[in-house]
């Protein structure tokens, strides 16, 4: 972003240019999205626009942001539940099941971006998933030492979360069916999950 609003008035503006540029991605994918469409959607000039967003790019990356701030809300919100009391696969599920609920949001912005992940960068907002499902999952293994014990180090932590997330984007950005349904890939990503932090996988 060219520059970060400070006013009221321009915080709106940019809200209602990042809301056109995500309708515009819904409805006729990343390829369609311009500036000049984005501006005319939102009912202002290019040269508004241009104040905060110096090309189309600028306006991707807000959008990814957005979809990553709410799966990282999603996440909070599991994390701070009564879900953390679950054992490791319970709560690895309710996890998932909240990802999923912010992929198949009725906007459909996020599952618009995921069809095109490969040529997004996607690796602040990875990073700072990783960061925050690392916190989560230490958090997790504090509050369970004895009757749920997992470990959370950095490497293994690392191989999990990654191993979910690459597999949920290709799965979601296939563009046919697979031959299972969604619930057995979720009850194995939770079980594959749950296994290796408890120390269970070879």
């Known amino acids: 972003m060219r ?35 984005v501006a005319d959607r939102a009912g202002v000039s290019v040269g508004s626009l241009y104040q905060y967003f110096r ?9 990814t942001d957005r979809v990553n701030a709410d799966l990282l809300d999603a996440v909070d919100r599991v994390a701070s539940s009564s879900t953390r009391d679950a054992d490791p696969r ?13 992929f198949e949001a009725r906007d459909g912005l996020a599952l ?4 095109h992940w490969h040529r997004l960068d996607i690796s602040r907002g990875l990073h700072r998933f990783e960061q925050r499902m690392l916190d989560v999952l230490r958090h997790y293994a504090l509050a369970h030492l004895r009757d ?3 470990d959370p180090s950095p490497a293994r932590a ?7 997330v690459f597999t949920l984007l290709r799965y979601l950005a296939q563009p046919s069916e697979p031959g299972f ?16 932090l408890s120390g269970r996988a070879g």
């Open 55 to 63: 090309n189309k790019e600028e306006l991707i990356v807000a959008l």
């Open 158 to 164: 690392f191989i999990v979360i990654n191993s979910v």
């Open 148 to 150: 749920h014990p997992i």
């Open 3 to 37: 520059k970060k609003p400070q006013q009221q008035r321009a915080r709106l503006l940019v809200e209602s240019l990042v809301d056109a540029a995500a309708e515009i991605v819904v409805a006729e994918g990343l390829d369609a999205l311009t500036t000049a469409r």
């Open 112 to 115: 618009a971006l995921l069809r």
């Open 181 to 196: 349904r969604k619930e057995e890939l979720l009850d194995e990503l939770a079980g594959m999950a749950a296994a290796q």
């Open 90 to 102: 319970r709560f690895t599920r309710a996890l998932l099941d909240a990802a999923f609920d912010v």
